[in-house]
C-alpha cells in the first residue's frame, strides 16, 4: 500500500513559482518541448535550466546541479536517465526543492529490478520530503493557473473549464485534452500520473476536490495503487458533490499484461472494481468520448432531480430513438399530464400530438418559435426534473441558414428561462468548429455536441450519479486487521456457530452419533428432515452422496443415517450427522466473502442455482457494509424479482435479508487476516424467515 501521498497538500506542485528542468538539452525533444511550452504559454513563473556540463541549452545559460542554481526551485522536472535518478532527487533536495516529475521511464513496468528501483525512489521522497509524480509520466498542465509542464505538444481547448483530467497514461491524458478541444470542452487539469512511486491518483483526486473551480474529475486508471485511498477519495468527492468518472481497463488477460508492461500495474478484478463504483457512487465507462461527456454534462448538471425527463425535438424518429436510449440508460420518461397536454394542444400545428418525447412537428420550419413555447410549457411542469432539446448547431457559415439561426434563438431562450437543468444535445457526434463556437458563445446555448448516443448515455449516467448522491452519506473505513480465531472454525456445525455469534440466523442442526439420535432429533424437528455428513475432512457433502433431502419416518431416517455415513471416503475423520429440519418453498441466496489481493474482505451475494452458476448474477462489495449497501446490491440482481414473491412464495422481508447478509459480512471480516472464503449457500428466505443453511470457511494456506 502506498501512502506516501495521504493528506499531502500538492498547491506548489500544481502551482509551482520556479521550476527547473534537470536533464535539460538541445538533443530531447521532452526537452525542447517542455522548455516552449512553459515560455509560450502563459507560464509567468522562472524557468531554470539543469545539465550536467552546464553551457547554454534553449538558448539559455544552464547551471551543473539544482543546488548551483542559487535560487528556490518549487519543481524539479527530472528527465535523465535511469540510473542517475536518485543523485538528481537527492540534489533537488538538497536545494530545497519539495516537488519532482519523472519522465524517466525504466521502471517497475521493465520487472523485478525496475520495481526495486522505484522502490527506493519513494524512500527517497520521504527522507528529502519531496513529493513525486512519476516515473514514466509527461507531467502535468493547470490550465486554470496556466502551468504548462508537459513534456509534448498540448492540444486542448484555449478557455480552461471545470474537468480535471487524471491519467496513468500521458498518452491517454493527451488523447482525452484532443478530444476535449474538438468538441470544445474546458479542463481545469490533465496530469499524467505514469508508475505511481510516490503520489497517486486518489492523492490527486484529494487535492483537486477542494479547488472550487474544478466540478468533475475524469479519470483513465490501468491500477488502483491504494485501494483505501481511492475509496476514501471517493466519498470525499460524493460529499462534495462533484463526480468522479472513471475508464478503467482490465476486462482481458491481454489488458492486464499490457498494463503490466506500460506502467507496472496490476489490473485487479474488474468485477471487484465494478462493485466498487456502485458502492461508492463513481461512474465507470467504456471510452473515452464517454468519459468527457459524462463529466460535462454532470459539470453542467449537477445533482438532477428525482423526477423525470422531458425532451422536445422537431423530428418524430429522433424522439423514437432517444426514448429507445433513455430507456436502456435508465432515464425515466414520464407521461405529460393533462393540463400540460392541453397547454401544447394550443401551442402545436393541428397535426402535432402532445406526447414525451415531445415532436413539435415540421411546423416549427415555419414558426421557429413552436421551441420556446413547448420548452417553457414542459419545462415549468412539476412532473420533470430537466429537460433537453435535440438539434443541431451548424458548423459553417453556410450551413447556418435562417431557419436554423431562428430556431436555435428560440431554444437558447426556451432552454434558458427554465428554472431545471436543461440542455441542448446534437443528433450525431460533431465537431464544434470556431464558427459553432462562437454561434453557442452569442446565444447562450447550453449545447452538448455529444450526438443522441453519447449524450443521452452521459445523461443516464448523470441520473444515476444523482441517485447516488441522494443516499445517506457514506462512512466506509477499510475493517480493521484481526487475528484469526482460535480454533478455526472447519466443520460445517462450527461455520454456523461462528455465524451465530456475529447475528446471523441459523437453520437449528443436531449432530446425532446413531440411528437411534437421528430419529429423535428428526421426530423433535416436527417435520421433514435433512441427514448431512459431520467431518472435517470434507467440504463438499453432496458431490459425495453424504446428504440426504426430504426425510420422514424413523424408518427413512435411520436408512439414511446409515446412507450418508457409508459414503464418507476411508480414512476421513467423521463426527456424525447433522439432523437439520427441511426448508422448501423459499428463495435461496448465495452469500460469499472472500480475500482480493487489492481490497481485502469482499461480499459477493446473488440468488442460487441457475443465476449464479451460469449466469454470474452476482452483485459485489468491498467489506463492511450497511444493510442500506445489501439492499442496493439485491437490487441489481438480474433475479431480484425472485424476492418479491411468486407462486406459493412470499415476498422476502428485504430489510431481514439484508441484516443477515450485512452480518455474515461481518462474520467474514472477524475471521481475520487468515480468510481466504466464507461461503453460505445457500441463505434460506422465506417472507420473513432467513436462515444460513450450510456454511463453509476456509483459511488461507499462505
Known amino acids: 500500500m502506498n501512502l506516501a501521498g495521504e493528506g499531502r497538500d500538492l498547491s506548489t506542485m500544481l502551482r509551482p513559482r520556479s521550476i527547473a528542468l534537470v536533464g535539460a538539452t538541445d538533443r530531447s525533444g521532452w526537452s525542447k518541448a517542455t522548455f516552449a511550452n512553459l515560455t509560450t504559454l502563459g507560464y509567468d513563473g522562472e524557468v531554470h535550466l539543469v545539465a550536467r556540463r552546464g553551457g547554454v541549452v534553449h ?4 547551471a551543473t546541479s539544482c543546488a548551483a542554481l542559487g535560487a528556490k526551485v518549487d519543481l524539479g522536472l527530472l528527465m535523465v536517465p535511469a540510473a542517475s535518478i536518485e543523485e538528481a532527487i537527492a540534489d533537488l533536495g538538497a536545494a530545497g526543492g519539495r516537488n ?4 524517466t521511464s525504466g521502471f517497475a513496468e521493465t520487472g523485478t529490478d525496475g520495481a526495486a528501483q522505484q522502490q527506493r525512489l519513494a524512500v527517497l521522497a520521504r527522507r528529502f520530503n519531496i513529493s513525486i509524480l512519476g516515473p514514466n509520466c509527461l507531467g502535468f498542465v493547470n490550465f486554470l493557473d496556466n502551468v504548462p509542464l508537459w513534456t509534448g505538444a498540448i492540444r486542448a481547448p484555449s478557455r480552461p473549464g471545470p474537468i480535471a483530467v487524471i491519467s496513468q497514461s500521458g498518452a491517454t491524458a493527451a488523447f482525452i485534452a484532443s478530444l476535449a478541444l474538438q468538441q470544445a470542452i474546458g479542463l481545469s487539469h490533465m496530469i499524467s500520473t505514469g508508475n505511481e512511486a510516490d503520489l497517486d491518483s486518489a492523492s490527486f483526486v484529494d487535492h483537486l476536490l477542494d479547488d472550487a473551480r474544478v466540478r468533475a474529475i475524469a479519470m483513465f486508471i490501468e491500477s488502483i495503487r491504494d485501494p483505501h485511498a481511492f475509496a476514501a477519495a471517493a466519498q470525499k468527492a460524493c460529499a462534495a458533490g462533484k463526480p468522479i468518472v472513471a475508464l478503467k481497463i482490465g476486462l482481458s488477460d491481454v489488458t492486464a499484461r499490457s498494463a503490466q508492461a506500460h506502467t507496472g500495474s496490476l489490473v485487479g478484478d474488474d468485477r471487484v472494481f465494478d462493485g466498487v463504483c456502485r458502492q461508492f457512487g463513481i461512474v465507470r465507462v467504456n471510452s473515452i468520448e464517454d468519459l468527457l461527456f459524462t463529466a460535462d454534462i ?13 425532451l422536445v425535438s422537431v423530428s418524430g424518429g429522433a424522439c423514437e430513438i432517444a426514448a429507445d436510449r433513455l430507456q436502456t440508460e435508465g432515464v425515466p420518461l414520464p407521461p405529460l399530464p393533462a393540463a400540460t397536454e392541453t397547454a401544447l394542444r394550443s401551442v402545436l400545428p393541428s397535426f402535432g400530438t402532445p406526447h414525451n418525447p415531445l415532436d413539435i412537428t415540421g411546423g416549427a420550419v415555419l414558426e421557429p418559435e413552436l421551441f420556446r413555447r413547448a420548452l417553457t410549457i414542459i419545462g415549468h411542469e412539476p412532473a420533470f426534473s430537466a429537460l433537453a432539446c435535440l438539434f443541431d448547431v451548424p458548423g459553417t457559415e453556410a450551413l447556418a441558414t435562417e431557419f436554423q439561426l431562428a430556431s436555435l434563438r428560440q431554444i437558447s431562450a426556451g432552454l434558458n428561462e427554465q428554472p431545471l437543468p436543461a440542455l441542448m444535445i446534437s443528433h450525431s457526434l460533431k465537431p464544434v468548429t470556431e464558427v459553432t463556437q462562437r454561434i453557442v458563445s452569442e446565444l447562450n446555448l447550453p449545447y452538448v455536441s455529444a450526438g443522441i448516443y453519447h449524450g443521452l448515455a452521459a445523461l443516464g449516467r448523470a441520473w ?12 466506509w473505513a477499510p475493517p480493521p486487521v484481526l487475528q484469526a480465531p482460535s480454533p478455526w472454525p472447519k466443520t460445517e456445525r462450527a461455520v454456523l456457530d461462528h455465524l451465530a455469534r456475529h447475528g446471523v440466523p441459523i437453520v437449528p442442526a443436531t449432530l446425532v452419533s446413531d440411528e437411534a439420535s437421528a430419529a429423535a432429533a428428526a421426530r423433535a424437528s416436527g417435520g421433514p428432515v435433512v441427514l448431512k455428513i459431520a467431518s472435517v475432512d470434507i467440504q463438499h457433502k453432496s458431490d459425495i452422496g453424504g446428504v440426504a433431502l ?8 435411520g436408512a439414511a443415517f446409515r446412507r450418508v455415513m457409508a459414503a464418507a471416503p476411508a480414512g476421513a475423520q467423521v463426527d456424525g450427522v447433522l439432523v437439520s429440519p427441511m426448508r422448501e418453498r423459499g428463495v435461496e441466496l448465495f452469500v460469499g466473502c472472500t480475500r482480493d489481493p487489492q481490497w481485502g474482505p469482499v461480499l459477493a451475494v446473488g440468488l442460487g442455482g441457475i443465476f449464479v452458476e451460469l449466469l454470474q448474477d452476482v452483485a459485489l462489495r468491498v467489506l463492511p457494509v450497511t444493510p442500506d449497501e445489501v439492499r442496493r446490491m439485491l437490487g441489481e440482481l438480474k433475479g431480484a424479482k425472485m424476492l418479491r414473491g411468486q407462486r406459493g412464495v412470499p415476498a422476502a422481508d428485504l430489510d431481514a435479508v439484508a441484516q443477515a447478509i450485512a452480518r455474515i459480512g461481518d462474520a467474514s471480516v472477524a475471521l481475520g487476516s487468515s480468510l481466504d472464503a466464507l461461503d453460505v449457500n445457500p441463505l434460506w428466505v422465506r417472507g420473513s424467515e432467513v436462515e444460513a443453511l450450510d456454511g463453509l470457511a476456509l483459511a488461507r494456506t499462505a
Open 59 to 62: 538558448g539559455r545559460t544552464s
Open 100 to 103: 519532482a516529475v519523472i519522465l
Open 298 to 310: 454532470i459539470a453542467r448538471t449537477g445533482v438532477i432531480g428525482e423526477k423525470g425527463l422531458g
Open 464 to 475: 444515476w450519479w444523482s441517485e447516488q448522491q441522494r443516499r445517506v452519506a457514506m462512512h
Open 550 to 557: 426430504n426425510v420422514a419416518g424413523d424408518a427413512a431416517v
